[in-house]
């Protein structure tokens, strides 16, 4: 009986962090989250179908906003440094939950495209606070730990949240979509109070210290930020150019798409935190950051030979590509953490953590057009200049941070 109840306790550990300030985290990112997947579920239909804005103008105001926000990422980590990263990271949550709310009362383009800036920067600073106390709660294989387990938390919170999105959906009334919506500001203001309750951080930059930009000067950190950019263009695949491919390029159901994007979000649930394990010295991490390099670009071959071929063998053809794919995806992010968090500077870690926050933003930002036109405007050709992108891209991110082509120090 001893054995059995140890066993569940050490699953229950699993699952649950025992460290009080990891679980008030990952309790905050579930409530986050579960909001996100309501919102970023209905947003588009609700202000198209029920507002009245083109999907023009709400694709536009979504790319501006997301333009502005990356512009306060870098002094988002100077704050960190100065101030600590606790208490501006809860009322930056609990600010975009009060902007969630006037954008139930917003009718015309100029409040969405000015409400929507402003989430975006508030939720720019929050995401830049938490990699700040990311860092600070740990070190080296820790560090990347953490952020593994607060990344399968975000899968699991926006699943919930898209399931009972889809309950608007099904309703398709106004009121419906108005409530997924308040109901994700709630959650908002819910997960700032909660992260309130994480230990006070220490500032690592004394408040008399002139401001430095040692980030940005830092070639080395830069030049590894720039490739992480390029890499980080495979999770606008899976969003953007995937569904257009299967849908428009291949006789798989279009209802495949969800099977796809099923098996992404199970694995990275499931398995993101054992793929973690051993990333936390930076050369492990680059040698990671290569491997998954390699399976990105043999799923962009596999996604590519789904055209042209039988509707089974396109369906067996795609979900292979996704299981590579998602390989590629699982140990690419815990290189990705174990380089931003092993290049930086401790005493800036902030500072640098906002910086590298840029690969993702720019990533999201211009990758929508970019894989389109890989995908879709060139089709296979471009899926084969894609795959050449991600595996030299991986050999220099290899390259830059061990200084060896091929070798991997110990």
Known sequence: MSAVANRIQHMRSVVIPTDPAKRTMSLSTLINTFGNGLFMTIEVIYFTLIVGLSPTKVALALSIAGGVALSVSVPAGHISDRFGPRDIAALAMILEGLLMFALLSVHTYLPFLLVNIGMGILGNISQTMRMATIAKLGEGEERVAIRAYQRAITNFGISLGTVFAGIALAVNTPLGYQLMLAGDAVTFILAGVVFRKMPYMEPTVERGEPISFQALRDKRFVAATALNAINSLHFVLQSVAIPLWVVRETTAPRWWVSVIMMVNTIAVMLFQVAASKGSGPI???????????????????????????????????????????????????AGSWSIGFGLADEKHQ??????????????????????????????????????????????????????????TPA
């Open 350 to 407: 902030g500072q640098y953590q906002g910086v590298w926050s840029l690969s993702w933003g720019l990533g999201g930002t211009l990758g929508p057009a970019f894989v389109t036109l890989m995908a879709i405007t060139l089709g296979q050709e471009g899926w084969f200049i894609m795959a050449g992108i991600f595996l030299i891209n991986g050999i220099l991110m290899h390259k830059l941070v061990t200084r060896s082509w091929i070798s």
């Open 283 to 333: 050369f492990a991490g680059a040698k990671l950051y290569r491997r998954a390099s390699l399976a990105i670009a043999i799923a962009c071959i596999l996604y590519s030979t789904s055209h042209g071929v039988s509707a089974i063998t396109a369906s067996a053809l795609l979900v292979l590509a996704s299981a590579v794919h998602v390989y590629g995806e699982l140990i690419g992010s």
